[in-house]
């Protein structure tokens, strides 16, 4: 029995040990870096952050100057550009177009004057910067300083400085050393013709712009208006010469020449006229029309006829004689028999409205 228990406690021992031996894991072996290694790695990410870090500085310090340089570029473009004006003028001619009317316009132009210099044309400064710069007209206007930043219409840059061009007339002409741009005007009045074209209001419209030294009114029937209609073959009055320095005056003269005829001696005269006008060679006063106001004056609710005349206004048609007549009137009656009139109220225009080429539209 003893042996038999011995035998027995043996192999339960054994048993034991096979098991334990099946559940004991054994741990893992660890895998080691060398040093070199791992110095080579770290050097890698250290040269890696260098350059993004230098990148990130780049970019920075780049968008940084790009704006200040954009920033500076704006401050600058809103600085005044600083300029020197020399004038040069005739002192003697009162006449003579005013430069300092353009001092304002220009220092509204972002532009600083830093400096104003005037001179006469007889002194010797003056006269050695026409010769320098060409100038033919005076007055005359020269810039220097930063004339490539101003912004000025009108002037030419001529060698280190801008040079004023365009000169309105009156002005000093130094090739003739002759004023142009004084304009004489000579009227010549229609005869008996209260009613004709007003040459003096369309003379009065041209003087802002035109400078009118001489004005001379002529009855057609003196001599020396005699010459000036055979001379110029004129043949509508009223009528209004002009000297030749009119054509000075670029804008005006296009307009002028568009109502009148440039002669050979280089005046002016207006030929298109408004009705009425007294032809020449007729000796006929043209357009003076009689107005006839053709009404029913029992008809209460029909509309004022004079609202016509207001019309008639608009194409300057002004009649010289008026009446009203009733279509129930043995006058009236024969109106509408002669003209084959169908309705009332209506106007009737005598045959001198013919003149009136905007009616012919109608």
Request: net charge negative; hydrophobic share 30%.
């Given at each position: 029995?003893?042996?038999?228990?011995?035998?027995?406690?043996?192999?339960?021992?054994?048993?034991?040990?096979?098991?334990?031996?099946?559940?004991?894991?054994?741990?893992?072996?660890?895998?080691?870096?060398?040093p070199l290694k791992l110095y080579k790695m770290i050097a890698v990410v250290a040269f890696l952050l260098l350059i993004v870090i230098a990148f990130s500085l780049y970019t920075s310090y780049d968008?940084?100057?790009?704006?200040?340089?954009?920033?500076?570029?704006?401050?600058?473009?809103?600085?005044p550009a600083a300029i020197e004006i020399i004038s040069i003028r005739d002192k003697t001619c009162s006449?003579?177009?005013?430069?300092?009317?353009?001092?304002?316009?220009?220092?509204?132009?972002?532009?600083?004057?830093?400096?104003?210099?005037?001179?006469?044309?007889?002194?010797k400064e003056a006269k050695d910067l026409i010769k320098e710069y060409n100038i033919q007209k005076l007055p005359a206007l020269i810039v220097n300083g930063e004339i490539e930043?101003?912004?000025?219409?009108?002037?030419?840059?001529?060698?280190?400085?801008?040079?004023l061009s365009q000169i309105n007339p009156p002005y000093l002409d130094l090739a003739s050393n002759k004023i142009k741009g004084l304009v004489s005007a000579t009227i010549i009045n229609a005869p008996n013709c209260e009613s004709c074209f007003n040459v003096t209001t369309a003379l009065d419209q041209l003087k802002p712009i035109i400078?009118?030294?001489?004005?001379?009114?002529?009855?057609?029937?003196?001599?020396?208006a005699q010459d000036l209609i055979q001379k110029y073959s004129i043949n509508l009055l009223p009528t209004l010469i002009l000297?030749?320095?009119?054509?000075?005056?670029?804008?005006?003269?296009?307009?002028?020449?568009?109502?009148?005829?440039?002669?050979?001696?280089g005046s002016y005269v207006l030929r298109s006229l408004a009705p009425p006008y007294y032809n020449v060679s007729s000796g006929e006063i043209k357009g003076r029309v009689k107005l006839t106001m053709l009404v029913d004056k029992s008809c209460t609710t029909c509309y004022n006829v004079s609202t016509h005349k207001r019309i008639l206004t608009g194409f300057n048609l002004i009649p010289y004689k008026e009446e009203t007549v009733?279509?129930?009137?043995?006058?009236?009656?024969?109106?509408?028999?002669?003209?084959?009139?169908?309705?009332?109220?209506?106007?009737?225009?005598?045959?001198?409205?013919?003149?009136?080429?905007?009616?012919?539209?109608?």
């Open positions: 029995m003893e042996t038999h228990e011995h035998k027995d406690h043996e192999h339960k021992h054994e048993e034991h040990d096979k098991h334990e031996g099946i559940n004991i894991e054994m741990p893992a072996e660890k895998k080691h870096v060398s968008i940084n100057t790009a704006a200040k340089e954009a920033n500076a570029k704006s401050l600058e473009s809103l600085r006449y003579c177009f005013d430069t300092d009317k353009l001092l304002p316009v220009i220092k509204q132009s972002n532009i600083n004057i830093t400096k104003e210099t005037y001179l006469d044309y007889s002194e930043k101003a912004s000025l219409p009108g002037f030419t840059k001529t060698n280190d400085a801008s040079i400078k009118i030294t001489e004005e001379i009114k002529l009855k057609s029937s003196k001599n020396e000297s030749e320095d009119v054509f000075e005056y670029q804008q005006a003269s296009k307009i002028l020449e568009k109502l009148g005829t440039k002669e050979s001696d009733d279509i129930s009137s043995s006058l009236g009656q024969d109106l509408v028999k002669k003209y084959g009139i169908k309705a009332a109220p209506t106007i009737i225009l005598s045959k001198e409205a013919s003149a009136y080429n905007t009616l012919k539209a109608i």
